[in-house]
């Protein structure tokens, strides 16, 4: 069984962002990284007061796991020279959701998996599910883009791209 880093160690986001408690499983088409649902664990100043998860998270925890992947199999297309892979990626469309539940705290563990359907440069295509207890939570169809570090300089200039 191959031990995994910390999912820190393949993502840019730290607490509290970083919504995956530990990755799981990565191979050449598919990642499987787990979430707990403690009080105190990673989604705990997400909760909302009814003890309830926002489903925007579950769309994050989706592509934190999908980030994973990526930064475990490193650069996958050329880089022009001079230039290089962001440290973020951009989640560009999320397409088939279906949410089937909501996740409260204390729930069972969350494990997400996604498989990849495409890469075509710096844009990729993963499908997946999250489920919790064996129960389906969500599905959907999610395409994300990595950009390059110029790229990244420009959106975020004051004249933009």
Same mark, same amino acid.
């Given at each position: 069984? !191959?031990?995994?880093? !910390?999912?820190?160690?393949?993502?840019?986001?730290?607490?509290? /962002?970083?919504?995956? !408690?530990?990755?799981?499983?990565?191979?050449?088409?598919?990642?499987?990284? *787990?979430?707990? @649902?403690?009080?105190?664990?990673?989604?705990? !100043?997400?909760w909302r007061q009814d003890g309830e998860l926002p489903e925007a998270f579950v769309?994050?925890? /989706?592509?934190? @796991?999908?980030?994973?992947?990526?930064?475990?199999?490193?650069?996958?297309?050329?880089?022009?020279?001079?230039?290089? *892979?962001? *440290?973020?990626?951009?989640?560009?469309?999320?397409?088939?959701?279906?949410?089937?539940?909501v996740v409260k705290q204390g729930d069972p563990l969350l494990h997400c998996t /996604?498989?990849?359907? /495409?890469?075509?440069?710096?844009?990729?295509?993963? *499908?997946?599910?999250?489920?919790?207890?064996?129960?389906?939570?969500?599905?959907?169809?999610?395409?994300?883009?990595?950009?390059l570090e110029s790229e990244v300089a420009a959106l975020f200039s004051e004249n933009?791209?």
């Amino acid at each position: 069984m !191959t031990a995994y880093a !910390t999912p820190e160690t393949y993502l840019p986001h730290r607490a509290p /962002m970083c919504v995956l !408690t530990r990755v799981v499983h990565v191979d050449d088409a598919s990642v499987t990284c *787990e979430t707990e @649902t403690t009080a105190d664990g990673v989604l705990k !100043t997400h909760w909302r007061q009814d003890g309830e998860l926002p489903e925007a998270f579950v769309l994050e925890i /989706m592509a934190q @796991t999908i980030g994973v992947w990526a930064r475990y199999h490193g650069d996958l297309t050329p880089v022009p020279e001079g230039d290089a *892979e962001a *440290e973020i990626g951009l989640l560009l469309s999320v397409r088939s959701i279906q949410i089937d539940r909501v996740v409260k705290q204390g729930d069972p563990l969350l494990h997400c998996t /996604m498989h990849k359907l /495409m890469i075509d440069g710096q844009l990729a295509v993963f *499908e997946g599910e999250l489920t919790s207890g064996g129960k389906h939570v969500a599905s959907g169809r999610l395409t994300v883009y990595q950009p390059l570090e110029s790229e990244v300089a420009a959106l975020f200039s004051e004249n933009g791209l």
